[in-house]
């Protein structure tokens, strides 16, 4: 019982590192962003870390801005609620003895993840494509602090 009280517990002191996220370059320009948020996040979260690795991938390649030219999200998010037990209480008192029963529902547990997959373009300088996201605009004034560290690992 212990055991299973514990393991949701476990996860807290790094809630804030339940993102995970990878970048594939298949061409010189061109590169798949994607992006794994666990249940505690949410779908925008999901969609806002695959943006800022999108333009943290597209500084890192030399490049400037980028376009998004494919866009995939899957959500796997379940909720249950774990079996509940019964606590049985006694008291005494004299020759008379009071036992209380009681139903104690089962603790709430999410489970699962939000995926986001972009396929994005870079562009170099003002780019030939003036639909382009500025990759430094999407990171704001940390820009650099978030292209050193290199990995988005928190919901945004």
């Given amino acids: 019982m212990i055991r299973r009280a514990l393991i949701p517990l476990a996860c807290l002191p790094f809630l804030a590192a339940c993102v995970s996220s990878s970048v594939v370059r298949v061409s010189k320009d061109t590169a798949i962003v994607r992006v794994n948020a666990d249940a505690d996040c949410d779908g925008n979260s999901a969609a806002r870390a695959a943006q ?19 866009a995939n999200a899957r959500d796997t998010t379940r909720v249950e609620r774990l079996p509940g037990g019964y606590e049985t209480k006694t008291k005494a008192s004299g020759n008379t003895y009071v036992t209380k029963t009681t139903y104690v529902p089962g603790r709430v547990v999410r489970s699962g993840s939000y ?3 972009l396929e994005i373009k870079m562009f170099k300088g003002g780019g030939r494509n003036n639909d382009a996201i500025s990759a430094r605009e999407i990171l704001g004034p940390r820009w650099q602090e978030l292209v050193n560290k290199g990995k988005i690992d928190t919901c945004p």
Avoid: H, K, M, W
């Fill in 52 to 70: 800022l690795q999108a333009a943290i991938e597209t500084i890192r390649a030399g490049y400037d801005s980028y376009v998004v030219v494919d």
């Fill in 115 to 117: 995926e986001q997959v």
